[in-house]
């Protein structure tokens, strides 16, 4: 089927998306102030107006930067976060509207990497610059006089009033250099040895190294969740460059090896083990650091089928419920038909991720995809799986619902990166038509 022929179905299908999106984000925000104060809330006109120019702006900077992309990844998103940003209005309503504006400078920053990258294979012409700036964003936290420390991990950078967290872009620049780096020696990295093609001693090298990277982060700054983060996807990364398993085999025994280190010297991760662990115990449940974790199960026993409503709950009674606990209290007030339609959504978007990766020709396109999917996927599964006490919490916000204006602009340019590669090269108008 030629591109011309593709394109109408491919407008028809994101603009249709998007529209359901829109309704959906809307029609959430008038039912959490029905169920707060039996009315729609007063702003909700405006609201409406607002999330409509920021949906409809990023729909036409793809309709024109970008029109071969694939549909379904812009209205997902969308969708995401117009449902963050209602429940942020439910629990935080004082800081719903900042929320709502750290939204819209999201897209302006996704409609900015479209403006700016024409074409995906650009960054594969610097490497190492790209390389050092993620570095230096990973460690910033620790410089002296601007990096502080908030609840036990070093993740934050203070500029005069303005607060960020510049790991959440350093993550995305360290998998735009691990693409290129692998795409450019997938085949020496592939080259193994023995029965079962193991990998060669000095292949190991750029394994090693980024785990000794993200023992420094932990280390460093405290943080188990970006640790875990930058360590699994590069593995997931090496494996899908070389297309050998013992590459997987040796991360996993890498990562065990590290958690073991990370549990042995830091007492803050003995008391994460220790809660996930002991969480519903009677005579810790009361207190601030189990008892968390227990209301979260509350809540998420409490939504039952069909939840209580929104605006209904009672989800204040968990400690940090905008950030870390967020899909706790879309269980209470949404039930299991809502979190399943909310990791349906992050599935969708994974899946078409994923897709974008497997389609591409080129390998650093491939590994690009691929990499910003697996990143948005771990830490969908960390959050997700620390809340309904799978593994112990680790502290990562759920992407484009959470509370936190770092992660929702870092998402969204992520997500600029992965509809850049999936459309391909921009090619003017006139240049089309010829």
Same mark, same amino acid.
């Given at each position: 089927?030629?591109?011309?022929?593709?394109?109408?179905?491919?407008?028809?299908?994101?603009?249709?998306?998007?529209?359901?999106?829109?309704?959906?984000?809307?029609?959430?925000?008038?039912?959490?102030?029905?169920?707060?104060?039996?009315?729609?809330?007063?702003?909700?006109?405006?609201?409406?107006?607002? $999330?409509?120019?920021?949906?409809?702006?990023?729909?036409?900077?793809?309709? &024109?930067?970008?029109?071969?992309?694939?549909?379904?990844?812009?209205?997902?998103?969308? $969708?995401?976060?117009?449902?963050?940003?209602?429940?942020?209005?439910?629990?935080?309503?004082?800081?719903?509207?900042?929320?709502?504006?750290?939204?819209?400078?999201?897209?302006?920053?996704?409609?900015?990497?479209?403006?700016?990258?024409?074409?995906?294979?650009?960054?594969?012409?610097?490497?190492?610059?790209?390389?050092?700036?993620?570095?230096?964003?990973?460690?910033?936290?620790?410089?002296?006089?601007?990096?502080?420390?908030?609840?036990?991990?070093?993740?934050?950078?203070?500029?005069?009033?303005?607060?960020?967290?510049?790991?959440?872009?350093?993550?995305?620049?360290?998998?735009?250099?691990?693409?290129?780096?692998?795409?450019?020696?997938?085949?020496?990295?592939?080259?193994?040895?023995?029965?079962?093609?193991?990998?060669?001693?000095?292949?190991?090298?750029?394994?090693? $190294?980024?785990?000794?990277?993200?023992?420094?982060?932990?280390?460093?700054?405290?943080?188990?969740?970006?640790?875990?983060?930058?360590?699994?996807?590069?593995?997931?990364?090496?494996?899908?460059?070389?297309?050998? &398993?013992?590459?997987?085999?040796?991360?996993?025994?890498?990562?065990?090896?590290?958690?073991?280190?990370?549990?042995?010297?830091?007492?803050?991760?003995?008391?994460?083990?220790?809660?996930?662990?002991?969480?519903?115990?009677?005579?810790?449940?009361?207190?601030?650091?189990?008892?968390?974790?227990?209301?979260?199960?509350?809540?998420?026993?409490?939504?039952?089928?069909?939840?209580?409503?929104?605006?209904?709950?009672?989800?204040?009674?968990?400690?940090?419920?905008?950030?870390?606990?967020?899909?706790?209290?879309?269980?209470?007030?949404?039930?299991?038909?809502?979190?399943?339609?909310?990791?349906?959504?992050?599935?969708?978007?994974?899946?078409?991720?994923?897709?974008?990766?497997?389609?591409?020709?080129?390998?650093?396109?491939?590994?690009?995809?691929?990499?910003?999917?697996?990143?948005?996927?771990?830490?969908?599964?960390?959050?997700?799986?620390?809340?309904?006490?799978?593994?112990?919490?680790?502290?990562?916000?759920?992407?484009?619902?959470?509370?936190?204006?770092?992660?929702?602009?870092?998402?969204?340019?992520?997500?600029?990166?992965?509809?850049?590669?999936?459309?391909?090269?921009?090619?003017?108008?006139?240049?089309?038509?010829?």
């Amino acid at each position: 089927m030629s591109t011309t022929a593709t394109l109408p179905a491919r407008t028809r299908t994101g603009l249709g998306l998007l529209v359901l999106a829109y309704l959906a984000s809307l029609l959430a925000y008038g039912l959490v102030g029905l169920g707060l104060r039996g009315r729609v809330p007063n702003d909700l006109g405006a609201y409406g107006i607002g $999330l409509a120019a920021a949906f409809v702006g990023g729909w036409l900077a793809i309709r &024109w930067l970008a029109p071969r992309a694939d549909p379904v990844l812009f209205p997902v998103a969308a $969708l995401l976060g117009g449902i963050g940003l209602a429940m942020l209005y439910r629990l935080r309503p004082t800081v719903a509207g900042e929320q709502a504006t750290w939204f819209v400078l999201g897209v302006a920053a996704f409609v900015a990497v479209l403006f700016v990258i024409r074409d995906h294979r650009q960054l594969d012409a610097y490497t190492y610059t790209i390389g050092l700036g993620g570095l230096v964003l990973l460690l910033l936290p620790i410089v002296p006089g601007i990096g502080h420390e908030e609840n036990g991990a070093r993740l934050w950078v203070q500029l005069g009033r303005f607060q960020f967290q510049p790991a959440e872009f350093g993550r995305i620049l360290i998998v735009i250099f691990l693409s290129s780096y692998l795409a450019g020696r997938r085949e020496l990295l592939a080259a193994g040895i023995g029965r079962f093609g193991s990998p060669r001693a000095k292949d190991l090298g750029p394994l090693l $190294l980024a785990w000794g990277a993200s023992l420094a982060v932990l280390f460093l700054q405290k943080d188990l969740g970006a640790s875990l983060l930058l360590f699994g996807v590069f593995v997931v990364m090496l494996w899908v460059a070389t297309g050998r &398993w013992p590459y997987l085999a040796i991360g996993i025994a890498l990562f065990a090896l590290g958690a073991w280190i990370g549990y042995s010297a830091f007492a803050h991760v003995q008391a994460r083990v220790d809660i996930w662990l002991h969480a519903l115990e009677p005579d810790k449940v009361h207190s601030f650091g189990y008892g968390q974790l227990a209301q979260s199960w509350f809540a998420l026993a409490s939504g039952g089928l069909v939840g209580t409503g929104l605006g209904q709950g009672s989800p204040d009674l968990i400690p940090f419920v905008a950030s870390d606990f967020i899909f706790s209290a879309i269980g209470e007030e949404l039930g299991l038909l809502g979190t399943t339609a909310v990791l349906l959504l992050y599935l969708a978007l994974i899946g078409r991720g994923l897709r974008v990766g497997l389609e591409r020709s080129d390998a650093f396109g491939t590994l690009l995809a691929i990499g910003l999917t697996t990143t948005l996927a771990l830490q969908t599964f960390v959050i997700v799986g620390g809340v309904t006490r799978l593994i112990p919490l680790t502290g990562l916000p759920l992407p484009l619902v959470s509370y936190g204006g770092t992660s929702r602009i870092a998402t969204m340019v992520a997500l600029a990166l992965l509809v850049r590669v999936s459309a391909g090269p921009w090619v003017r108008t006139r240049d089309r038509e010829r």
